[in-house]
């Protein structure tokens, strides 16, 4: 097998094949949330490129010099590194769902399908929450950054669990010493997102509805009921207006949280994924 190196980019599969598909991995995330999802894909002989979404190497500073016109151009250029097959298909997970979306909407002649995982029309609050995000033109100009760890109890089992998720989804080998009070520190002052990086995903999110009736490709969503980062509303919002996608469906994961991709139901995920690549080339393959 071959190994991801954290936030690189890596081709995976065949070379001499005629399907290839391109995975973009989500906001503050890393290639290797899709790395499973590309190694099961190529298991098929399915060229994979599992792209580097651009400002996300890691260091949350380069978010700040990263907004939605470099993250649209990175894809942009993922999508051209699979310009020699014929049938290219483009997976996306969260924020790397909506880049999908746009990308089918601009290039209908070029993407066979869309696979949109726990994908986002836009973003929902609650509390406190739903009062700043309007402020987020104004409030990314006069604050650098957001710390969501700052408030949590790490003596709570399930804030440990997550906590340990999210880590192991940059680095497999993880390890966090919760009885230790500095590493919760460095966690709480070092877990940041930068707030103009998050007004920028929103303004992705408004481009992405603006666009979804020029999705012409057929479309899979996949959401998860207990997602609660990007509720169901989400998707069948996309289901929705995604009018002229054809044909669409969503299918619906019972015991999945975000990140579906490294669940308990990733091997599910995979299979959807393969087969609605499958089926789409045989109809387009099958005479009318």
């Not at 190497?57 to 993922?78: I, Q, V």
């Not at 969501?148 to 709570?156: E, H, Y």
């Not at 906590?163 to 590493?183: E, G, M, V, Y």
Request: charged share 20%; aromatic share 6%; proline share 6%.
């Amino acid at each position: 097998m071959i190994r991801q190196v954290i936030n690189s980019p890596i081709f995976l599969g065949p070379e001499h094949t005629d399907k290839a598909c391109l995975l973009i991995h989500g906001f503050m995330g890393t290639p290797l949330e899709m790395q499973g999802l590309g190694e099961a894909l190529a298991a098929q002989d399915i060229r994979v490129y599992n792209m580097l979404v651009a400002g996300h190497t890691g260091n949350p500073e380069d978010l700040l010099h990263a907004g939605r016109n470099e993250w649209m151009a990175s894809a942009e250029a993922g999508l051209g590194q699979l310009a020699n097959y014929r049938y290219v298909f483009v997976a996306g997970l969260s924020m790397g769902g909506a880049i999908a979306l746009l990308l089918a909407s601009r290039h209908p002649e070029r993407i066979a399908g869309v696979i949109a995982m726990s994908s986002l029309t836009r973003l929902i609050a609650g509390g406190w929450q739903s009062i700043v995000l309007p402020l987020l033109p104004l409030a990314r100009h006069l604050i650098k950054w957001f710390y969501p760890a700052a408030g949590l109890d790490f003596n709570d089992p399930v804030v440990q669990e997550e906590a340990l998720k999210q880590a192991r989804l940059r680095d497999p080998q993880a390890t966090i010493d919760f009885s230790d009070p500095k590493a919760i520190a460095y966690i709480k002052a070092n877990v940041r997102v930068p707030v103009p990086a998050i007004d920028e995903l929103i303004q992705l999110t408004k481009e992405e509805r603006r666009n979804l009736d020029k999705v012409h490709s057929p479309l899979l969503i996949i959401h998860s009921k207990r997602d609660m980062s990007i509720k169901l509303a989400s998707a069948e919002e996309l289901y929705r207006l995604a009018t002229a996608a054809s044909p669409k469906s969503l299918h619906l994961l019972e015991r999945s949280d975000h990140v579906i991709t490294v669940g308990p139901e990733q091997e599910k995920v995979y299979e959807l994924t393969i087969e609605f690549i499958e089926a789409t080339i045989r109809s387009t393959k099958s005479p009318a």
